[in-house]
């Protein structure tokens, strides 16, 4: 054409040049393609190096020129275009979930989805990625050294995968205290904005050289996780965890708290005295067979005749104890009975003598929670029973006579807890853990152990509890969790902390607030890897849940910023995002979708047409 022929001045900001050098001006035709601009931008600048990392990128419009075919005239641009040449990867910080900052090189021009692929590839063991966003099969690394290859490199590479794959030690308390911790669902939804869009890339959203970046596990579903080659994701997974407990990002009980802390300090003990042992665990498929395989290594395996005949025989404990039942007035302290324990209940009576008759009484120790109240100096064994009922728990006191009576009890308490009889294997072991846990308290009855001097509980432990609680409040009660998991390794600990996490009622579950369709007032949609959950902002309740595999069809208006979804029966639910933009609702609910369709058989690579075409509504077709 006529004014495709015709010559006029670009002028193009060259980046590398330094912010002070004034733009370079080159002469094209509106017929030339954006490579045939770049060459002429090259020549001129009379700089010799390699440019071939370097495209353009169009300020006004936040787009990058990527398609070195097209012509200007195709890409709409003219002489007042604001254009800068640059290199598409730079520099990045990155805060890693265990608290460390790296310095790496990402891709700017690519959408976000493939420069974390890159980062994942790049940090983690070639097989899996980090999976911030999604996982992806890879083939196995050829581990060297027990780490993977390419990290053995150098000394340098090998100090980044000790960074990376080594727990960080516990904090000080006061660091802790210092740390933001969100008072309530709404200061999670506004967290849960902030989430980058997957479908551009980082120059488009405002992302710098050298600004600081978060890089965390998104999508709570852990495919395809072998602890033997995934040292370095399971390490991640698990800080995560770890600060979510801390800085009560996630609810859990008191007792629960106390476990956690006790396993952190396992953690951290293994993790200085033998950081190589981490390949310690046969290959698993995935996360939830791993925890699965924990499970029946830590409760017995499933039962075999030889169990189902023990426990047609099952041996009974017979004894004197003391009991105490805070709530019943006509027991005012302790009073002793007779007490038979078999199968998974307690029966008392007046004396041995009449045992051969009715009980006064019979409890049922399924699903209870049996809790220690010893204290060894003193010769005070106790042991604490919340019995569950109808109207909540029942609290009962059992008082043993001696260390030796105190184990025996406690041990059958805990594996009735679990709905075992004392014909389990466990039975003997658990004792034998019990009694060597109260030797360790005992070595000093002056001062706590050398282990209670080297624990620095409240940094294990949320800072509610920290202000609840005193040191030596704290540590003989962790000290006590701690007894049973101090015969896991450091795997195992590891799989332990992430198994009592995803068992949390609030697990995985991020936080948007929502105003439905019809609705005045706000409220919370609470997604999770599963399902919605419409919440009550007043009082906190679930008011209904949505399950995606009852999903039809969802979509987002654009224009009005709203998304529509319809389950099966004509059910049909619609909202407007407040806190985040519907992008990332709309990027939430695909993505958890884009998981369930990624079968154990799948190919090696990831699908990512599929994953923005299920998170990005029209925008990504």
Request: neutral net charge.
């Amino acid at each position: 054409s006529e004014s495709g022929s015709m010559l006029w001045d670009l002028s193009v900001t060259v980046e590398d040049l330094g912010a002070d050098a004034p733009p370079i001006t080159v002469s094209v035709t509106s017929d030339l393609h954006i490579g045939g601009v770049i060459l002429k931008l090259v020549e001129k600048s009379q700089v010799k190096r390699d440019w071939s990392d370097h495209a353009l990128w169009w300020e006004q419009k936040q787009q990058w020129l990527l398609r070195t075919a097209w012509t200007l005239e195709k890409c709409g641009i003219q002489a007042d275009a604001v254009l800068i040449f640059m290199a598409q990867h730079k520099s990045l910080r990155l805060g890693l979930p265990n608290g460390l900052t790296l310095r790496l090189r990402a891709c700017f021009s690519g959408p976000v989805f493939r420069t974390v692929l890159g980062i994942c590839k790049m940090l983690s063991e070639f097989r899996n990625q980090f999976l911030y966003f999604l996982f992806s099969r890879m083939s196995r690394p050829c581990l060297y050294n027990g780490m993977p290859a390419h990290f053995a490199d150098s000394l340098q590479t090998e100090k980044v995968y000790k960074m990376l794959s080594v727990s960080q030690p516990a904090p000080a308390p006061e660091a802790i205290a210092k740390l933001y911790r969100p008072a309530s669902v709404v200061d999670k939804a506004h967290i849960h904005s902030r989430w980058l869009d997957s479908s551009r890339s980082l120059m488009q959203q405002g992302v710098q050289e050298n600004d600081r970046l978060w890089l965390r596990f998104k999508y709570y579903c852990f495919h395809d996780l072998e602890p033997k080659y995934d040292v370095v994701r399971l390490t991640q997974m698990y800080e995560q965890a770890r600060w979510a407990i801390l800085l009560e990002d996630i609810d859990c009980t008191e007792e629960e708290m106390l476990l956690f802390g006790a396993i952190q300090y396992h953690i951290n003990k293994l993790s200085l005295s033998e950081p190589q042992t981490m390949t310690s665990s046969p290959a698993m498929d995935d996360l939830d067979s791993a925890l699965q395989g924990l499970e029946v290594k830590l409760d017995g395996a499933e039962s075999s005749p030889q169990d189902m005949l023990e426990n047609l025989t099952a041996p009974e404990l017979n004894d004197y104890l003391k009991i105490f039942r805070p709530k019943r007035l006509t027991l005012k302290g302790y009073k002793q009975y007779w007490f038979k324990f078999k199968d998974a209940s307690i029966s008392y009576y007046k004396s041995k003598e009449e045992s051969l008759g009715e009980p006064i009484q019979q409890i049922n120790l399924k699903g209870c929670e049996a809790a220690p109240d010893v204290n060894v100096a003193g010769q005070k064994f106790c042991i604490k029973l919340l019995i569950p009922a109808p109207e909540g728990m029942n609290e009962v006191y059992l008082r043993c006579e001696n260390e030796e009576q105190y184990s025996r009890w406690m041990a059958a308490c805990r594996l009735a807890s679990k709905g075992k009889s004392l014909a389990d294997r466990l039975f003997q072991s658990e004792v034998q853990s019990i009694l060597s846990f109260l030797a360790m308290q005992q070595t000093n009855p002056n001062t706590h152990t050398d282990d209670s001097m080297s624990i620095n509980t409240h940094s294990l432990v949320s800072p509610r509890y920290s202000k609840k609680y005193k040191v030596k409040q704290l540590t003989p009660r962790i000290l006590e969790a701690y007894q049973n998991v101090a015969q896991l390794s450091l795997t195992d600990a590891l799989l332990r902390f992430l198994q009592i996490w995803q068992a949390l009622p609030d697990f995985g579950i991020s936080f948007v607030v929502v105003r439905f369709k019809g609705s005045r007032k706000d409220e919370v949609l609470g997604i999770a890897p599963n399902r919605l959950i419409r919440i009550d902002l007043g009082v906190g309740d679930v008011v209904k849940t949505w399950r995606y595999n009852n999903m039809r069809q969802w979509n987002v208006n654009w224009d009005i910023r709203q998304v529509a979804i319809e389950f099966d029966g004509n059910v049909n639910m619609a909202f407007s995002c407040v806190t985040a933009d519907c992008k990332i609702v709309h990027e939430f609910i695909g993505g958890y979708i884009f998981m369930s369709t990624r079968s154990r058989e799948q190919s090696d690579t990831l699908n990512e047409e599929l994953f923005h075409k299920l998170t990005g509504g029209h925008e990504a077709l």
